[in-house]
């Protein structure tokens, strides 16, 4: 009785909040679309809440234009971001039960050293890495966008988090008496339990990936290896030349869309995991 | 045993492709190309950095041995079937110049068709790549070309812009950036009861007519320029010492910047200026050019009418008009060098005579891209040509008036350091001019970020 | 004997499964970072395409530092990450709860949790441009205003100190606050129904129930939260870059220390970011000790410790 009012009200004050905040955070993607849609003379004469009929046009414009291979672009960032997230997910779901679920002499030392390097600012490392690289051959190539993410140390600890709460090791202990192999335990039994971190950090690593600007823009040289990032700096880099500001806007809308299509699959995926993730026992 | 003798290959395994991942691809970039051709000999590979595609276009147009470009335009091919390799990056954020740097340090050891054979540079900072000790342009005389007589038709500011300090060229222009103003007709009607170029011309001639038309706008309700970033030009081109001397590590600071910001200051006090356009290059300024704006006038070279002034105007041809600056200046320019190093001398030297010398080609290049070309004779002829006026300036012909301010300009002596002198003065006396900071914090601040953008500089010197 | 031998090999199989982790981390990552720290000792920069030094200075650069603007720079990076990370945690915190309270009868939260995904998908540096041009003092956000008439002239937000910092840290909140719910909302979940059926048996009212249970229980993904957050703000780069073209405009308030990094990066001075580097390193690394000793006891069951503790407390509660 008394417990049911309040939930009543809570329940209109969590709504309407939840409103006030979505639409923060559609009413700057409908300004992108609404900006997409619209000619760069449109444009000029300043904001409007109405969308234009300009959009076919501007991805006329961003499809045809050689010197920015958009589609090209969104190909390699999908390679990029697709390979990052399976390998960063995976590999560091392997450390995180390595480091876990057993016990072994160093143990306790790699656990300590990746919470040190988690800290760790990339950026700086940047500059020592492309000499690496460039000495190792990979310079202008999509391999070191995607390798170096096996050590995440971030999506590491959150994995290990995870099993921490999640994996009773008496149901590794369980395995190992069916006969099960170490490996194969990993991959049979441990890998399921952790659907809701992968799904979870899978996103996150796609998506860090795929906005990824600064370590590209270091490493590729060629227009066919160029992600999208890299082109949309190009585009608007290429100052005076190609001043067109809807074609701008529609090349982020063109890099947004295929990130949020994956976005919405993985979702679904995510809360059927989360739901369904009864792994206690 | 036998799963964890399985499991055990496995993680071999993937270590072994990690591992071969990185060699495999060494050796697809290192082995391709099995080295150095014989020298003489000219390399199948033609090399070019660039920030865009404006000297491709500008190769496509006028240089004859081109047979087609791939359709991505990575890759055009010659009648002799050398390919060209265009090598573009963004000049935004240093982009361009971080990675030309980076290829031009490996030119030595790279292979013969990996070497950079054609560069571009901008006004900005040619004179980082002009430098004699950097030794990266390669000069002209070496390509088999004379300065002297084979460019003798080239404006000579453009001449001097491209030597080092001994006066050796090291780098040749087709474009020429002679500025003018550009004003709005209807605005001039309005307030002045004209919009003849010539009557204009005389209200804005120097700095005192200026200042009086200024006055008249303000009255009726207008801004003579968008923004004081506007006028740091034909300030800026006008310094009588380089903002850093040959050998030395101190910049100094030229009484013309400080008139700069003492007059920006007055303008922008006076209602001369649109307080809410700061700077150039973004949204506000944009839109300062279109029909809404009450911004009179810009002060534009001819690329700047062409691509930034037409597509950021939404209202028809013939509104806007131009006449002479109040003051001579120069506003950009693209220079072209052969890379020290290159394999390809030959088709070097070839590319650079058809597109910054041939005069036909040149005045090809002015009528099909409205570019002010680098020709004295050709541009004086452009402009008694009326098949060289403008739908856009109402049938004007805006040689006629770039003409005589390329002939008057008088180019600031450069230095390898004026690219960010420029930019960070401007943006720490931004702050000034808007009153967020006082005087002698906004000269604290440009001490500190140039120290930064420069670690060599020493000491910065101040005028008065 | 087979038995026997089991225990120890299984032990060891912990060194496979962490193997290509460190391979991959020793070879792109620490040969990079000992690189910068070796270097930070060194005056070593470009002047044009010439470069100078590599010359052992010592500890110069380090001290060159100190006497720069770097402090001021570290707590411009505090206040805007302040700013962006309070309400951003309180409000993910707040939503993530709300989620899985299915007393609250939340309609289309499969909507609502997309929607506020979305910005975090946006590149930050996209999403700069896009603020800098709908907050400029000719953009739609002042025309809204003007035409709803809460303000006559034009607000200058990029222009004063309080609306640049203000919309760094709005943004900053923006981006993050979604990812934040998510993974608080991933965590609540996988708290065990069995331990809020037992305390809604023992009468734990909503806010008891949040700061009892729901807390501790999720301290492990929480503390993550806070260092990712932590590490994050320390590295806050793009979205000020972009605002305020580079500058930290107004005379240099929002200049962050990557910022601050970047422009020495930018000259090419090997030396001086190497030395800022290591500075920024030892910051993150104090931080986080204390984040991780903070949030992290040693007791690895502190979790169930903490949830009995609650259960005990409800039902003092509900006795008294």
Known sequence: ?281 | MKKRVVSALLIAAMAVTAMAGCGSNSGGSGGGNDGGSASGEEGKVINIYSWNDEFRERVEAVYPEVKETSSDGTVTTLNDGTEIHWIINPNQDGVYQQKLDEALMKQADAAADDKIDIFLSETDYVNKYTDKDADAAMPLKDLGIDPEKDLADQYEFTKVTASDTEGVQRGSTWQCCPGLLVYRRDIAKEVFGTDDPEEIGQKVKDWDAMKGTAEELKAKGYFTFSSYADTFRLYGNSIAESWVSPGETVIKVDQKIMDWVKSSKEWLDAGYLDKNVKGQWNDDWNKAMGSASKVFAFLFPAWGIDFTLKPNWDGGDGVWGVTNPPQEYNWGGSYVHACTGTDNAEHVKDIILAVTVNKDNLLKISKDYSDFTNTVSGMQEAAKDDSFSSEFLGGQNAFTYFAPVAENIQIAPLSAYDQGCVELIQNSFSDYLQGKVDYDKAKTNFETAIKERYPDITEIQWPE | MKQKNKKVDYSKWGYFFILPFFISFFIFSLIPLIDTIRYSFFEYYRSGIKEIGPNFVGMANYASLLGSDMLKYAANTMILWVIGFIPQIVIALVLAEWFVDARLKIRGTQFFKVVIYLPNLIMASAFAMLFFTMFSTNGPVNGILMSIGLTSKPIDFLGSVMGTRSLVGFMNFLMWFGNSTIMLMAAIMGISPDIFEASELDGCNSFQRFFFITLPQIRPILAYTLITAIIGGLQMFDVPQILTNGQGSPDRTSMTLIMFLNSHLKSRNYGMAGALSVYLFIVSGILCFFVYRMTNNDDPDGSKAAAKKAKKLAKKQGRG
Not at chain 1, 212 to 222: D, E, G, T
Request: net charge positive; charged share 10%.
């Open chain 1, 1 to 281: 009785m008394k417990s049911k009012q309040p939930n009543h009200l809570r329940s209109i004050v969590a709504h309407v909040v939840l409103i006030i905040l979505s639409f923060m955070c559609l009413f700057f993607f409908y300004i992108l679309i609404v900006n997409a849609t619209r000619s760069h003379s449109d444009l000029q004469k300043g904001f409007s809440a109405l969308p234009g009929a300009y959009l076919l046009d501007n991805l006329k414009n961003v499809a045809n234009d050689g010197t920015f291979p958009m589609f090209r672009g969104i190909l390699n960032s999908l390679i990029v971001s697709g390979c990052s997230a399976a390998i960063c997910t995976y590999f560091s779901a392997l450390t995180a039960y390595g480091l876990y679920a057993y016990n072994f002499k160093l143990k306790k030392i790699a656990f300590t050293f990746i919470m040190a390097i988690l800290v760790m600012p990339t950026q700086v490392t940047a500059m020592g890495f492309l000499r690496l690289i460039t000495n190792m051959g990979m310079y202008d190539s999509l391999l070191p966008l995607i390798i170096p993410s096996i050590a995440s140390p971030a999506v590491f600890y959150f994995m290990y988090s995870y099993l921490q709460s999640s994996l009773p090791l008496s149901l590794v202990e369980a395995a190992r008496i069916d006969g099960s192999g170490e490996f194969m335990t990993f991959n049979r039994i441990v890998l399921p339990i952790m659907k809701p971190a992968i799904a979870v950090q899978a996103i996150f690593s796609f998506v860090g990936s795929w906005n990824n600007y600064f370590v590209p823009a270091l490493v590729i040289q060629s227009k066919e290896k160029m992600t999208v990032p890299i082109l949309i700096a190009t585009l608007r880099g290429a100052d005076y030349m190609n001043f067109d500001m809807g074609k701008i806007y529609t090349m982020i809308l063109v890099a947004i869309v295929p990130i949020i299509i994956v976005y919405l699959l993985l979702s679904k995926f995510i809360i059927a995991g989360v739901t369904l993730g009864g792994v206690k026992e």
